[in-house]
């Protein structure tokens, strides 16, 4: 009873939170609608595995893709690790908090990437969709024809979003050398839209794989001749994996 008052009271609800001061101390604005992390004034605390991963991936001068970029933690740690000679594409298919990412990155400091924010769901095939707003939390959203998390709670709305392939973004915005992927459950779908990228770009990736779609995903990285590893193994302990892991760095 407690969490549902919680979910409740903040539906809609915006804060201002800072970065950690080793990336970069950027003010965001986020939303416990998102999660009910955000609640927490440390950001640092909300996802620390993410924060290490950026820390670890992005390169001074990298070119970095968010796809499912949420509130922004990723593509705000990277536009600092990047530097002002990097790139940083946010898309988000949640038109709410694609507005936070626009106001987070309105002003980005100088010595940071610039930020373009996209607000369009990244699939198999561009086009439109119907998107399933998650009751619990907006960080559970997801493509209305994928199942989504146990995280989501329900469906408190859908509403139509335009969807874009990975190949397609490459039109319109330069290649990246990092893309990371979060899209509750239409990895696999999002992946079969890349095969340019991925033949040809070959940009490391940092995705989450669920577990029903770890065998299919597995064997569409290798078929383009990419090894796969488990994100939260120690970087020295890492060995390369037959079948996705839950966060799975794909090195060319």
């Not at 390169?59 to 705000?76: H, K, M, Q, S, Y």
């Not at 899209?183 to 940092?206: K, N």
């Not at 064997?219 to 996705?244: F, K, T």
Request: aromatic share 6%.
């Amino acid at each position: 009873m407690l969490r549902l008052l919680l979910e409740r009271l903040s539906r809609n609800r915006v804060l201002r939170r800072r970065l950690p001061a080793d990336l970069g101390g950027h003010t965001l604005f986020v939303s416990p609608d998102s999660a009910m992390s955000f609640w927490r004034r440390d950001l640092g605390r909300v996802d620390p595995l993410l924060f290490r991963l950026a820390r670890e991936l992005v390169r001074p001068g990298a070119t970095v893709w968010d796809i499912g970029a949420n509130v922004g933690l990723f593509a705000a740690a990277a536009a600092f690790l990047a530097g002002p000679s990097g790139a940083i594409l946010a898309v988000e298919a949640d038109d709410w908090l694609a507005g936070l990412l626009r106001r987070s990155f309105s002003t980005p400091p100088a010595d940071h990437a610039r930020i373009e924010v996209l607000s369009a769901a990244v699939a198999g095939r561009a086009g439109f969709a119907d998107f399933s707003l998650a009751s619990r939390g907006r960080a559970a959203s997801h493509l209305a024809r994928t199942a989504g998390s146990t995280q989501a709670g329900g469906v408190r709305a859908v509403h139509k979003v335009v969807t874009v392939t990975l190949d397609g973004l490459l039109k319109g915005f330069s290649a990246p050398d990092l893309v990371k992927i979060d899209v509750e459950g239409a990895e696999l779908e999002c992946l079969m839209g890349a095969s340019q990228l991925l033949g040809r770009r070959r940009p490391t990736l940092l995705c989450e794989v669920t577990e029903r779609n770890a065998p299919e995903v597995g064997r569409l990285l290798s078929g383009h001749g990419y090894r796969l590893y488990d994100g939260e193994a120690a970087p020295d302990r890492r060995q390369p994996l037959a079948v996705p892991a839950w966060n799975t760095i794909a090195v060319p």
